[in-house]
C-alpha cells in the first residue's frame, strides 16, 4: 500500500496534468473555432465553382475537354497524406493511416506503382515505416492553412498529371463533420472528378448556362480546372486543421474530466489512509497509557 507521502505526490502530479490539459483544450477551441470559420466561409466558392465548372463541360454546342478531366488507365498514382504535426488529439492520426494502409493495399492488388506525399510530421513518421519512393515531405502544413500554398502544390500536381508521371493523384485526409466527428476520407484530386455534387449544386448549374464567358468558353476551361484543383487543396488542408484541433480540443477534454476523477479517488485514498494512521496512533497511546 502506498505512503501518505507517495500519495499526495501523485495527486500533486496529477493535479499538474490537468492543468495543462486544460489549458490546451481551451487553446484548441480557439483554434478550433476560427478553423471552422475558414470552412464555412469557403464552402459556398469550392460549390459554385464546381457548379461553373460543370456548366463549362456541359454545354449545348459539345462538350469541352481538359487534360486535367482525361481518365487514363491507372499504372501509377500519387498518394498524398495529410496529417497534423502533433499527436495528443485522440485516434485522428492513427485512423487516418489505417484508411491509408487499406488505400495502399487495394492499389497494390491492382497492380498500381504508388509514390508518397507526406504533408504533417505525424505523415513523415508514416511514411518511414513504409518501402514505398517518397516524392515530398513538408512539416507544419496545416499549422495555417493558405490558398497561396494551395495553389503553389496544385501547379505541381497539375504539371506531373499533364507529363504523365502520375495517372491519378489522391489526397488521404481527415474530413470534419463536426467537433466530435472527423472522418478519414480519400479524395481523388487528378483527374478532376465532377461527380458528386449536391441536389442543390445540380439546380444551381442548370441556372449557369445564363452567363456569358469571355474570351471563349474553351478559354477560360483550363484554367478554371486547374483553380479548381488549387480549391480542392485548399478545402482539403481546412478540413485537416479543423478536425485536428476539434480532436486535440476533445481528447483534452476527456483528459481533464480523467483527471479529475483520479483526484477524487485518491483525495478520498489519502483521506482514508490518514485517517487510519490516526486511529492507530491514538490506540497506541491509550494502550501506552493503560499500561502505566
Not at 464552402?43 to 478531366?69: A, D, H, V, W
Not at 488507365?73 to 485516434?91: F, M, N, Q, T, Y
Not at 512539416?139 to 490558398?147: D, G
Not at 498529371?161 to 481523388?188: C, G, H, L, W
Request: aromatic fraction near 6%.
Amino acid at each position: 500500500m502506498p505512503s501518505l507521502k507517495d500519495t499526495k505526490r501523485r495527486i500533486v502530479s496529477v493535479k499538474s496534468t490537468q492543468k495543462i490539459t486544460r489549458a490546451m483544450k481551451l487553446v484548441s477551441s480557439a483554434k478550433y473555432a476560427r478553423a471552422n470559420r475558414a470552412i464555412v466561409n469557403a464552402g459556398p466558392y469550392e460549390q459554385s465553382f464546381r457548379n461553373m465548372i460543370k456548366t463549362l463541360i456541359n454545354e449545348e454546342e459539345g462538350p469541352l475537354k481538359s487534360p486535367l478531366l482525361e481518365k487514363n488507365p491507372e499504372k501509377k498514382a500519387l498518394i498524398v497524406v495529410v496529417s497534423s504535426d502533433r499527436g495528443l488529439c485522440g485516434g485522428l492520426n492513427s485512423n487516418l493511416f489505417k484508411a491509408c494502409n487499406n488505400l495502399l493495399k487495394e492499389k497494390q492488388e491492382q497492380g498500381v506503382v504508388c509514390d508518397l506525399g507526406l504533408w504533417g510530421k505525424r505523415a513523415i513518421m508514416f511514411g518511414q515505416k513504409t518501402s514505398l519512393e517518397v516524392k515530398f515531405e513538408l512539416e507544419r502544413v496545416l499549422e495555417n492553412p493558405t490558398f497561396s500554398f494551395a495553389r503553389k502544390s496544385a501547379s505541381n500536381f497539375c504539371a506531373w498529371f499533364e507529363q504523365k508521371k502520375y495517372d491519378r493523384i489522391i489526397v488521404v485526409y481527415s474530413k470534419f463533420k463536426n467537433a466530435m466527428t472527423q472522418t478519414p476520407t480519400v479524395e481523388q484530386i487528378l483527374p478532376v472528378q465532377l461527380d458528386n455534387e449536391s441536389a442543390s449544386g445540380s439546380r444551381q448549374a442548370s441556372h449557369a448556362s445564363d452567363f456569358i464567358f469571355e474570351p471563349s468558353k474553351a478559354a477560360i476551361l483550363e484554367s478554371a480546372v486547374a483553380k479548381k484543383v488549387a480549391s480542392s487543396l485548399y478545402h482539403v488542408l481546412l478540413n485537416g486543421s479543423a478536425s485536428e484541433h476539434a480532436a486535440r480540443m476533445t481528447a483534452m477534454d476527456n483528459a481533464t474530466n480523467n483527471a479529475e476523477e483520479v483526484i477524487r479517488s485518491l483525495t478520498l485514498e489519502y483521506n482514508r489512509a490518514r485517517q487510519a494512521a490516526i486511529t492507530k496512533e491514538l490506540i497506541e497511546i491509550t494502550s501506552g497509557a493503560e499500561a502505566l
